[in-house]
């Protein structure tokens, strides 16, 4: 009977049929240990002399790593082996032999693993992040569709700038040009308008000339909309909502975390609700660090990790100078200066996860941010709209998938956190 390794735990006893990959091999006279990877687990299958067929046991050595085998035996139960169960092997066929497979135990550089990212994706840390990445990414569907959001995705090619034109990759849009989207938030609103609470996710695009460990060109976002919120209304979904990825994540993926070493102690200390600091109030810590900082600028990762080193839970940095942010920023009413926006700073200095706000929702203001900004007002039509037809107070947010994964798996870097990296200066594989 064939079966995954990850069901081996109902087939105790029985002789089953694994398919999968050589992950290791060794001998040692009469016994030959078989460590066999099928993606869903790893499992020790054991070859002893006289137990298994002739064939297979004279054969082993043709085992290299990554050759694709048929093992065949009788599961048993056996507390030391990886993933609690071994195999009695009885039998082997060879799908295909691998031959000088070109990433081994022993330490690689960077660009060579990043060059043989359809490869290293095989090896058990990598492994380990993708399946954290994907109970984090069911975790950030699960808490909207809990509480009544309505998915609704938007376009990639978009006629207009969200996040500013200077990262803005323009295409061909046959006969005319268009834009990849940097952030699906302006039809999110619409969305608001038309579904109450919506969320939004997908692929966003970033022409930014930036090598640090935290930047993508292509990451993936997850962006929800609330009607009738404001800036705090948002605050409180959004710290209830990291609360509830975190530790739904360290619940669900115990086994990844350990293989990949994380300190999940810390996390266990991410619980609603998050301090919450005023621009201004944020600027204080900076300047005793960083006396240098520029009041009225954005924040540095140094600045951010200034702040965040004060804390054991995330942090909410609110009310960042108008002038800094995005033209659809709300900005507060008894201080104009200052914008109705938040950004939500992981701990141990991962920086900003999450950026958001309250919406400029007056028409008039709209008008004039669009001109201040240089941006075109003919391409905004339809967001305006939004203001001439029923105008309605909202709010909500974006986070970065990758920052997170980085964040939640301890990483140093955003290029193991997705599948195929877009970094500046790659595009392979
Ligand atoms: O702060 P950002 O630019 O905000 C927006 O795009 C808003 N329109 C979102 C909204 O309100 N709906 O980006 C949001 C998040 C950041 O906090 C960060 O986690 C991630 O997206 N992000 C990046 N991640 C990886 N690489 C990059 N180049 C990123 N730029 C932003
Ligand atoms: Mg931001």
Redesign the pocket.
């Known amino acids: 009977m064939r079966t995954y390794i990850s069901d081996l735990k109902n087939h105790v006893g029985q002789t089953v049929e694994l398919q999968g990959w050589v992950y290791n091999s060794r001998s040692s006279g009469k016994i030959k240990f078989l460590l066999l990877r099928d993606g869903t687990g790893m499992c020790q299958c054991v070859f002893f002399k006289g137990e298994c067929s002739e064939a297979s046991f004279d054969n082993f050595e043709k085992l290299t790593q990554e050759t694709s085998v048929l093992v065949r035996g009788k599961v048993r139960e056996e507390k030391r082996s990886p993933g609690g169960f071994e195999l009695s092997a009885e039998a082997f066929e060879i799908i295909s032999i691998a031959q000088d497979y070109p990433i081994s135990p022993k330490e690689h550089g960077v660009d060579f693993l990043m060059n043989n990212r359809h490869l290293w994706l095989r090896s058990k840390r990598q492994h380990a992040i993708m399946r954290i990445r994907h109970t984090i990414i069911k975790s950030i569907r699960d808490f909207f569709d809990g509480r009544g959001f309505t998915l609704m995705d938007a376009p990639i090619f978009t006629p207009n700038a969200?996040?500013g034109t200077t990262t803005l990759f323009q295409t061909q849009y046959f006969d005319d040009k268009a834009f990849l989207s940097?952030?699906?938030?302006l039809y999110?609103e619409a969305g608001a308008a038309a579904l109450g609470k919506v969320y939004c996710f997908g692929p966003?695009f970033?022409a930014?000339k930036?090598k640090t460990r935290?930047?993508?060109?292509e990451?993936w976002?997850v962006?929800p909309?609330v009607a009738f919120n404001d800036l705090y209304d948002n605050m409180e979904l959004a710290e209830q909502f990291v609360e509830y990825v975190v530790q739904n994540t360290l619940r669900e993926r115990e086994e990844e975390f350990k293989v990949i070493e994380r300190n999940t102690e810390v996390l266990k200390k991410v619980r609603a609700p998050f301090p919450r600091l005023h621009y201004k109030e944020a600027v204080e810590i900076i300047l005793k660090g960083n006396p240098q900082f520029e009041v009225g600028g954005d924040f540095g990762a140094p600045d951010e990790t200034l702040i965040s080193s004060q804390f054991d839970k995330p942090v909410f940095v609110h009310h960042f100078p108008t002038a800094i942010k995005?033209f659809y920023m709300k900005e507060d009413a008894t201080e104009p200066e200052y914008s109705m926006s938040c950004?939500l700073l992981a701990t141990e200095g991962y920086g900003?996860?999450?950026?958001?706000?309250q919406r400029e929702d007056n028409l008039d203001i709209l008008l004039k941010k669009l001109q201040e900004h240089n941006l075109p007002q003919s391409a905004f039509e339809w967001y305006l709209d939004l203001r001439r037809y029923g105008s309605f107070q909202h709010a909500?947010?974006?986070?970065?998938i990758?920052?997170?994964v980085a964040w939640i798996c301890g990483l140093e870097h955003?290029r193991e956190t997705i599948p195929f990296p877009r970094l500046y200066g790659r595009l392979y594989p």
């Open positions: 969200c996040e940097q952030s699906g938030q999110s966003t970033r930014e930036s935290r930047h993508l060109i990451f976002m962006e909309e995005a950004d900003e996860i999450i950026g958001g706000g909500g947010f974006g986070l970065g990758e920052r997170t955003v």
